[in-house]
């Protein structure tokens, strides 16, 4: 079955850096575009990056351009998320997520913290 697992979260002060990173099981990962999304307390989960399956192409949202960098490893199954001048409207859950199959499906989460 599809699994993706986020780790790398944590508490950083505003202007630090963490990487997040997913590893994805039970699928040809290699052919799938991988999302990053994040939910903040009170909010909508939002969408946050995305990777092609080749790593050729990237896109991010507006409020992480130029901070944010996506990337992945498909000998590793895994997508990691480089977070870099962190501010404080960054603190949320952060999700990995792919459509397989025409259905989403997410990880867990992993709570990434920015104090000021």
């Known amino acids: 079955q599809v699994q993706l697992v986020e780790s790398g979260g944590g508490l950083v002060q505003a202007g630090g850096s963490l990487r997040l990173s997913c590893a994805a099981s039970?699928?040809?990962?290699?052919?799938?575009?991988i999302y990053w999304y994040r939910q903040a307390p009170g909010k909508e989960r939002g969408f946050v990056a995305y990777i092609t399956p080749s790593g050729d192409r990237t896109n991010y949202a507006d409020s992480v351009k130029g901070r944010f960098t996506i990337s992945r490893d498909n000998a590793k199954n895994t997508v990691d998320l480089q977070m870099n001048s962190l501010k404080t409207e960054d603190t949320a859950i952060y999700y990995c997520?792919?459509?397989?199959?025409?259905?989403?499906?997410w990880g867990r989460g992993t709570q990434v913290t920015v104090s000021s």
């Open positions: 039970g699928f040809a990962f290699s052919r799938y575009i």
């Open positions: 997520n792919v459509l397989y199959n025409q259905r989403n499906y």
